[in-house]
């Protein structure tokens, strides 16, 4: 079982910054691969990016290309959403994910565990 705690959010004018962190027990960590998705209100949730176990490889929404980072430090267990250059249109929670399967860069529905989510408000 992994549990996920996210952090991070909050109000930002557009334009700012935010870096979430979501912190994952267990020993195991180094084995999943992450991902962060995010939900606005009365809209699906977004695959907005996802890491590797090792770290190597990354993907991203084509609209966060550019502007956001994932990152992820094992010896912490935590993974990390660097956001820049924040806009309106970014509100939504943010949920991180967890793949216990280890896929390089899973499907979005490949995740088997997740986060209660952190607010993000970009106002403008």
């Known amino acids: 079982q992994v549990q996920l705690v996210e952090s991070g959010g909050g109000l930002v004018q557009a334009g700012g910054s935010l870096r979430l962190s979501c912190a994952a027990s267990?020993?195991?960590?180094?084995?999943?691969?992450m991902g962060w998705f995010r939900q606005a209100p009365g809209k699906e949730r977004e695959y907005v990016a996802a890491?590797?176990?090792?770290?190597?490889?990354?993907f991203y929404k084509d609209s966060v290309k550019g502007r956001f980072t994932i990152s992820r430090d094992n010896a912490k267990n935590t993974v990390y959403l660097q956001m820049n250059s924040l806009k309106p249109e970014d509100t939504a929670v943010y949920y991180c994910?967890?793949?216990?399967?280890?896929?390089?860069?899973?499907?979005?529905?490949?995740?088997?565990?997740w986060g209660q989510g952190t607010q993000v408000t970009v106002s403008s």
């Open positions: 994910a967890a793949d216990s399967k280890g896929r390089n860069l899973p499907q979005s529905y490949e995740y088997d565990y």
């Open positions: 267990g020993r195991t960590f180094s084995r999943y691969a």
């Open positions: 890491i590797g176990v090792g770290g190597g490889r990354t």
